[in-house]
């Protein structure tokens, strides 16, 4: 079965530099969800998007921003890196009318030099 | 503060000994979800459970739901190295709104 597919895997970036993370969602869930996961630290909820509207925002810097589109994949950006953005950036899809199952892609580990 | 208290926080125990994890709020939830995290990788859905007092199981896996829908447990029998890792409830708030517990990281030793 289809999972949720996050690239690239692995990114390093400099300070004050830009990133983009993309997250494609299991096919026809209409939710996605973008986690950031510190070492040795529960996921924090980052924002999300519902049918391609933002549906909520956590803990998110005025520096990301992010965006779900048509075809219901969904990107992060990242602007102006800081050392402490370095960290696990998860996307995660679900089908609203559902329990609530959150379905995760492996991740996309940032590291800011 | 965290909605979800999980405990203990962390565990290491010896292969065969038994164990539970606990996931604690002081809120309603809609459901409550259990994830298995290995390092580097994504969490997987272990199970979701729905009603109060609900319980499942998934081979030596437990989990029950409080009856409130305010609390939940994982019973690991007779751990497995294959066990270690970090345990995460996830609950559903308002049907919209999902948080996290502080996780609960597993080592079981040969």
């Known amino acids: 079965a289809a999972g949720v597919i996050q690239s690239p895997r692995h990114l390093i970036k400099e300070k004050r530099e830009t990133a983009t993370l993309k997250c494609y969602p299991i096919p026809r869930h209409d939710t996605v969800y973008w986690y950031q996961q510190g070492p040795g630290q529960d996921p924090q909820f980052l924002i999300s998007f519902y049918e391609k509207m933002q549906s909520d925002k956590g803990s998110i810097p005025d520096r990301f921003s992010a965006q779900q589109f048509s075809d219901y994949h969904s990107e992060l950006n990242m602007s102006s890196l800081e050392l402490g953005d370095s960290a696990l950036y998860f996307c995660?899809?679900?089908?609203?009318?559902?329990?609530?199952?959150?379905?995760f892609g492996e991740g996309s580990r940032l590291t800011v030099l | 503060t965290q909605l979800l208290e999980q405990s203990p926080q962390f565990l290491s125990i010896q292969e065969g000994e038994n164990l539970t994890v606990y996931c604690n709020s002081s809120?309603?939830?809609?459901?409550l979800q259990w994830y298995r995290q290995e390092p580097g990788e994504g969490p997987v859905l272990l199970v979701t459970?729905?009603?109060?007092?609900e319980v499942k199981k998934l081979k030596r896996l437990t989990f029950q739901f409080g009856d409130a829908r305010k609390d939940s447990s994982l019973h690991i029998t007779a751990a497995q190295p294959g066990d270690t890792g970090l345990y995460l409830c996830?609950?559903?708030?308002?049907?919209?709104?999902?948080?996290f517990g502080s996780g609960t990281k597993l080592n079981v030793k040969p």
């Open positions: 809120s309603v939830f809609s459901s």
């Open positions: 459970v729905v009603t109060g007092g």
């Open positions: 996830a609950g559903l708030y308002n049907f919209n709104k999902f948080y």
């Open positions: 995660a899809s679900s089908l609203r009318v559902n329990t609530g199952e959150l379905f």
